[in-house]
């Protein structure tokens, strides 16, 4: 029992340790996802559009070597096609020499060719030896054949895809183009967006004309509030001084004359 809850629980242990490592995995390709993103977006608009034009021009070199390697095969495939046609001749003249000699071997009992003699045996020989001959240069002139077709769509899909690739580059060369006119069209946009007329001096001129219509009503004020206290001042120093004896008669008249409520 004990061994079989053991197992259990380094099986548990074990999953536990793979979905972390699988976590793990997962946490670094997202944070190298990340990082190449962030790396990506660093790099200067200008220079990225300098790589690519470099990249396309690098293109020249490999497409030439490319029409190097299609030149190659065109030579090759021309030389192959030569072979298979005199393949051809030769077996043809190799088939007239086989039926002329096997119709020699039906009609003739003496056999004379560029002046030595050969029986009949020695024909018969001979012509089995052409046969096998005939045949075995035949399977090879179809494998020959069978090869040219092969080489013949080969080259005309290098052909193709040299004509592709010139094209693809010329298209390239335009999106760069278009990207580069695309890139000052932003950066004139930006450019506007950050230009700023230096107003510091206007901004003075209005600050202190504000400075001064302040100070000048201040002053107004202050002045107006003088003129109020100098006529105040005038006021009183123009009055008459009175005697001590009207001053006393005055305040007994009116405290000793009785008020209307004393009368009630």
Not at 78 to 85: G, K, S, V
Request: aromatic residues 4%; contains cysteine.
């Amino acid at each position: 029992m004990i061994k079989k809850v053991a197992i259990v629980a380094l099986g548990v242990v074990a999953a536990m340790t793979a979905l972390s490592f699988t976590r793990m995995g997962s946490y670094c390709g997202t944070a190298k996802d990340k990082l190449c993103g962030w790396a990506n977006k660093q790099i200067p608009v200008e220079l990225e559009i300098d790589r690519l034009r470099h990249e396309v021009g690098q293109l020249i070199p490999d497409m030439r070597k490319n029409r190097s390697v299609v030149a190659q095969e065109i030579v090759a495939v021309d030389n192959l096609r030569n072979d298979i046609a005199t393949t051809r001749t030769n077996l043809e003249n190799q088939r007239a020499g086989m039926l002329k000699l096997s119709k020699d071997l039906e009609t003739e009992t003496e056999f004379i060719y560029n002046g030595s003699k050969y029986s009949k045996a020695e024909v018969a020989a001979k012509l089995d030896r052409d046969l096998a001959s005939f045949k075995r240069v035949e399977t090879e002139l179809k494998a020959k054949e069978k090869l040219l077709e092969a080489k013949e769509q080969a080259l005309d899909t290098a052909k193709a895809q040299l004509d592709a690739m010139q094209d693809q580059k010329r298209d390239l060369e335009v999106q760069i183009a278009q990207l580069e006119a695309e890139l000052k069209s932003v950066r004139l946009l930006q450019t506007r967006s950050k230009f700023q007329l230096d107003d510091s001096r206007l901004a003075d001129v209005k600050r202190s004309v504000k400075e001064l219509q302040d100070r000048l009503r201040a002053e107004r004020i202050e002045t107006e509030m003088e003129g109020k206290f100098a006529d105040t001042v005038g006021t009183t120093a123009d009055k008459q001084p009175r005697s001590v004896g009207d001053v006393a008669k005055e305040v007994r008249d009116y405290l000793d004359t009785p008020k209307v409520a004393d009368k009630k």
